[in-house]
């Protein structure tokens, strides 16, 4: 009996099923992130692990981000070095641990330089992204492309040393851990005396009675177990921010798919700038636990709310002139970022 030759619809479609089988699944791309921050912290909550999964989603697993916290893959003061290098693919940047080679950034992180949290972190972005003074003078120079940007609820003066503080005047002379950059200027302003160091080494500065306070949030201090520690602090006083950035090596970046890259910006740009109603919640609840704690709040008069203006403002200039001595463009950046804050308000 012969055999009913199959028909060309039946040879076509098992032609293309076979085709199909031999080809190579959709490669995975891997990404290691890292940060010097404790598991946990807020940043982790409000941005780092929302960023992740919204990578995950958007790719349906194709795009692969693991996460080394805790200073895992180095130290914070090296992350910079460390994803320029490629050690980490994406690396938790605060451009006042590398001041040297990030001046400009902290003209954002000046005390007083705005009153609206949102307002600070919307501008931040809009410097980093689409031609931004920070991405063209800062970031790009330093091979390095932005995927988040933010910046933590307003500084505070918290100190350890249980000294009664009714003034400004009392803190004169105090050891005030510093971020650097805008901070050290306006900490010697209000005769203070700034101590650089990364948030990991408080808690054991504050111990020794190497420094008699820090400059922090509350949410920080509380993250890296510094709460424990404070005796009083101010509340709702504006004494500075700090940018940070997760970023990512030019070299690294221009390897990626033009999807993955895209799949990345989007996912950063999103959780950057939905972040900071998130960022003052947390501030105002770790304010509570603390004062839960024993914490006594430092409240500043008039007279030195007018004092802290003058020395904010005094601190503002000095920076411009000390990055303009560097030859960098201290005084025009600063320039830029008030007109971009100002582009930024509500």
Excluded at 15 to 41: K, V, Y
Excluded at 68 to 96: C, H, N, R
Excluded at 333 to 346: D, N, Q, S
């Amino acid at each position: 009996m012969k055999l009913k030759h199959p028909g060309r619809p039946f040879l076509f479609a098992t032609a293309a099923l076979l085709a199909a089988s031999m080809l190579p699944a959709r490669a995975q791309t891997t990404l290691r992130m890292a940060d010097s921050l404790p598991a946990g912290h807020i940043i982790h909550q409000v941005l780092t692990k929302p960023f992740i999964d919204a990578v995950d989603k958007a790719s349906r697993g194709q795009v692969r981000i693991l996460h080394f916290p805790g200073e895992q893959l180095g130290k914070a003061k090296d992350m910079l070095a460390l994803t320029q290098s490629g050690v980490t693919d994406i690396g938790y940047i605060g451009p006042s641990y590398a001041s040297d080679k990030m001046p400009l950034s902290s003209a954002l992180e000046l005390p007083g330089a705005f009153s609206d949290y949102c307002q600070g972190s919307r501008t931040l972005w809009a410097l980093t992204h689409d031609g931004g003074y920070l991405e063209t003078h800062e970031f790009a120079p330093n091979h390095i492309v932005v995927l988040i940007t933010f910046m933590l609820p307003s500084y505070q003066v918290l100190l350890g040393n249980g000294k009664n503080v009714q003034s400004l005047k009392d803190l004169a002379g105090m050891k005030i851990r510093s971020g650097g950059g805008a901070m050290d200027f306006m900490l010697k302003d209000l005769d203070m005396v700034p101590v650089r160091m990364t948030p990991p080494e408080i808690y054991e500065a504050l111990s020794r009675g190497t420094v008699d306070g820090a400059l922090l949030p509350y949410e920080s201090a509380v993250s890296y177990g510094v709460a424990t520690k404070l005796k009083s602090g101010t509340n709702k006083e504006n004494f500075g921010s700090v940018v940070l950035t997760y970023g990512i090596g030019d070299t690294r970046w221009k390897q990626l798919p033009e999807g993955v890259r895209a799949t990345l910006m989007q996912a950063g740009r999103d959780v950057s700038l939905g972040a900071c109603t998130g960022f003052q919640k947390a501030e105002d609840a770790a304010y509570d636990k603390t004062k839960a704690m024993g914490l006594k709040t430092i409240v500043l008069g008039a007279a030195d709310k007018k004092d802290l203006a003058t020395a904010f403002a005094k601190a503002s200039n000095e920076w411009a002139a000390s990055v303009d001595k560097r030859g960098k463009p201290g005084t025009e950046t600063l320039a830029a970022v008030r007109k971009a804050l100002a582009e930024a308000k509500p």
